[in-house]
């Protein structure tokens, strides 16, 4: 089994290339640079290559695709994990667009740009798991005021994975959005639960049977609201 993993060199993305790797799979731990993405996997072990991805770059996500094609000739697993801008300090009623903008391009268009470069090589798997890692503060549900920019990308990223769960239900591609919790990382911040914890999610929905959820957003293999 091959799995990609974007924003890997540290925190969430990390953990789950070494739970991955610990239930067999190869993995690519990609990151916006190489050296920080050898420097991981060489820390996980000799089943987790590294690999350079900026996923707001298109013609590197096209390379990056035709290396993996090259390589390993297909793909597995794809969990969409890079993200950036948990504004803090912004409101939507004065928020810089700009920082909207930007944070939208990668934690949206990103695994969007991403997931329709890979689909060839996911669609020859037969079970393909593509896991969104999105967060509970993109849920309408419980949507307040505050970090515009992270809480509409992330909301937006859970409407693009119903829509690729429905048109790829027929491959055989299982498209779910995972939120990992309140996990003490760089962008989580102290205090969170263990980064292991966070991690096994996004491996539960990676590594789902053929006859699992598809369309869903969990936690902890859970149900969250929309």
């Known amino acids: 089994m091959i799995a990609l993993v974007t924003g890997a060199n540290r925190g969430i993305g990390r953990e789950v290339c070494r739970q991955l790797a610990a239930l067999g799979h190869t993995v690519l731990l990609t990151a916006r640079s190489l050296e920080a993405a050898t420097a991981a996997a060489r820390e996980i072990g000799p089943d987790v290559r590294p690999m350079r991805l900026d996923v707001t770059d298109e013609a590197g996500v096209a390379r990056l695709a035709q290396e993996i094609d090259e390589r390993y000739g297909g793909l597995d697993v794809l969990v969409n994990n890079a993200a950036i801008t948990y504004d803090t300090w912004q409101r939507a009623i004065t928020a810089d667009l700009d920082v909207v903008r930007e944070a939208a391009e990668t934690n949206v268009y990103g695994p969007w740009r991403l997931t329709q470069a890979l689909l060839p090589l996911l669609r020859r798997s037969g079970h393909a798991r593509v896991v969104n890692v999105s967060s509970e503060a993109g849920s309408l549900t419980g949507m307040g ?6 809480s509409l990308s992330k909301a937006a990223l859970n409407a693009l994975t119903r829509m690729l769960a429905a048109e790829l239900r027929a491959d055989g591609v299982l498209v779910n959005a995972v939120c990992p919790g309140w996990v003490a990382t760089d962008m989580g911040g102290p205090g969170g639960r263990p980064v292991a914890d966070g991690a096994s ?3 539960w929905a990676a ?10 957003f969990f936690r902890d293999g859970r149900p969250l609201p929309w």
């Open 201 to 203: 999610g996004i491996v």
């Open 207 to 216: 590594t789902l049977p053929d006859d699992g959820p598809t369309g869903g």
């Open 145 to 150: 005021g505050g970090t515009p920019a992270y």
